[in-house]
């Protein structure tokens, strides 16, 4: 079993910046890709930034030149680095990962319990 465990959110000022971190553990052979969603109230959830294992980005495109993702292998743990935040940047943040658990396991996706971020004066 993996478990996710999130961290960073909380309330900042527009234009303000903020550091999620979400860490992996249990039974973990390998991680692939690692994620971040977001869901604002009354809104779908939404992928907004996503890495590799090797380190290939992707990013919506209204968070690209404000947002980073980064990941450490070694303690199975993947960022979202926020800057310039604007209130709809509000949200619940979820972190999720495509991890094995063994090498004749296949792939499984985990998701976290959620960080709620508030962009507001």
């Known amino acids: 079993q993996v478990q996710l465990v999130e961290s960073g959110g909380g309330l900042v000022q527009p234009g303000g910046s903020l550091r999620l971190s979400c860490a992996a553990s249990g039974s973990i052979f390998s991680i692939n890709v690692m994620s971040w969603y977001r869901q604002a109230p009354g809104k779908g959830r939404e992928l907004v930034a996503r890495?590799?294992?090797?380190?290939?980005?992707n990013y919506v495109d209204s968070v690209k030149g404000r947002f980073t993702i980064s990941r450490d292998n070694a303690k199975n743990t993947v960022y979202l680095q926020m800057n310039t935040l604007k209130p709809e940047d509000t949200a619940h943040y979820y972190c999720?990962?495509?991890?094995?658990?063994?090498?004749?396991?296949?792939?499984?996706?985990?998701w976290g319990q959620g960080t709620l971020v508030t962009v507001s004066s």
């Open positions: 999720n990962v495509v991890v094995q658990t063994s090498p004749s396991d296949r792939t499984v996706e985990v």
């Open positions: 890495i590799s294992f090797g380190g290939s980005t």
